[in-house]
């Protein structure tokens, strides 16, 4: 079985500000990564993933995450945020047969 | 290019009223489909999910059906509704046959509210 968490269910942040968005997760097999988005009312975006290779990921918009085997984590992380990253975020975990959502992240961006 | 459709986009119905959502996918043969609920501050609850026409697993017990009567039709029943039933139901669909180890494509949501 496996589990993803997230530890923070609001984090709000000043537009500019760095943020970080934190993903835990166990699994008994190696696993792959997702980040996704959720804006209001919508359906779920992909932003990143994480499949083998180099540990850290990018998505175009300007956010990150790094994959850490040790630690279990795939924290996502962006120098300078927008109002338009309002948003909610999910970390999810594939063991090959089936994708885990962790209970997401809002992040909301003040002016 | 892949599109998903799901509709409605919000539906209100009494408690014990049957339900019926669909969702369509386009421009992809033999999907991997899903359906999730989405309950606040709980993440994303698997419901279904199906490998094929008339294949389809149930992830939790509850008072939700699904079928797959096309290869690019899903459809989430009830044949009565309860108020913990209300929540935001997706659809989505994956690659085969490598299934979940690549990204899920997700339909716009139904918000349903039972009432």
């Known amino acids: 079985a496996q589990s993803v968490t997230q530890l923070d269910s609001q984090v709000p942040v000043f537009e500019e500000a760095p943020v970080e968005l934190r993903c835990n997760y166990s699994s008994s097999v190696s696993v792959y990564l997702f980040w996704y988005v959720q804006y209001p009312n919508q359906g779920l975006q992909l932003l990143l993933k994480y499949l083998s290779g180099s540990t850290l990921v990018k998505s175009i918009n300007g956010f990150e995450a790094e994959f850490n085997k040790s630690q279990t984590s795939f924290h996502l992380r962006k120098p300078s945020v927008h109002i338009s990253d309002t948003a909610e975020y999910f970390c999810a975990v594939s063991d090959h047969t089936q994708l885990t959502f962790g209970s997401g992240t809002q992040l909301t961006v003040l002016p | 290019s892949q599109t998903i459709h799901q509709w409605p986009a919000t539906l209100v119905q009494p408690v014990g009223s049957p339900l019926s959502l669909e969702c369509t996918v386009e421009?992809?043969?033999?999907?991997?489909l899903y359906w999730y609920r989405q309950a606040a501050g709980r993440g994303l609850q698997l419901l279904f999910y199906?490998?094929?026409?008339?294949?389809i697993s149930s992830e939790v017990p509850q008072n939700l059906s699904a079928s797959r009567p096309q290869d690019r039709q899903f459809i989430l029943s009830s044949k009565k509704l309860l108020l913990s039933d209300s929540g935001f139901y997706l659809c989505?669909?994956?690659?085969?046959?490598?299934?979940?180890?690549?990204?899920?494509?997700f339909g716009q949501g139904t918000r349903l509210t039972v009432v």
């Open positions: 989505a669909w994956s690659v085969r046959p490598t299934g979940l180890n690549t990204e899920a494509f």
């Open positions: 199906s490998v094929g026409i008339g294949q």
């Open positions: 421009g992809t043969s033999n999907p991997n």
